[in-house]
């Protein structure tokens, strides 16, 4: 069992930066592939981002702003978002799967976190 917990939501104005966190439990996590997604009202969860051994891959929607990046000593995913616009308002969720495939659908991770709100008002 493989347990996550995001923090670093926010409200913040339009052009400004958050970094999400989230932190993993398990021993072998620098194997695990872990995703970002995001979930706006009555909108489907949408792939953001993830980060696998093979590298970094992100959902056109975010390419330039957004960077992920993971700290396998503390068991650690970062989702660091610059130029913030109201568009990237949802709920953020990091997912983990931990036998390195991952991908951009939601399906194909086993575990989630709670998600953190972040709100970009214009």
């Known amino acids: 069992q493989v347990q996550l917990v995001e923090s670093g939501g926010g409200l913040v104005q339009a052009g400004a930066s958050l970094r999400l966190s989230c932190a993993a439990s398990?021993?072998?996590?620098?194997?695990?592939?872990m995703g970002w997604f995001r979930q706006a009202p009555g909108k489907e969860r949408e792939f953001v981002g993830a980060?696998?051994?093979?590298?970094?891959y992100y959902a056109d929607s975010v390419k330039g702003r957004f960077t992920i990046s993971r700290d396998n000593a503390k068991n650690t995913v970062y989702l660091q978002m610059n130029n913030l616009e109201a568009e990237d308002t949802a709920v953020y969720y990091c997912?983990?799967?931990?036998?390195?495939?991952?991908?951009?659908?939601?399906?194909?991770?086993?575990?989630w976190g709670q998600g953190t709100q972040v709100t970009v008002s214009s």
């Open positions: 398990g021993r072998t996590f620098s194997s695990y592939a």
């Open positions: 980060i696998k051994w093979r590298g970094t």
């Open positions: 997912a983990a799967e931990p036998y390195g495939t991952g991908g951009s659908t939601p399906s194909a991770y086993h575990y």
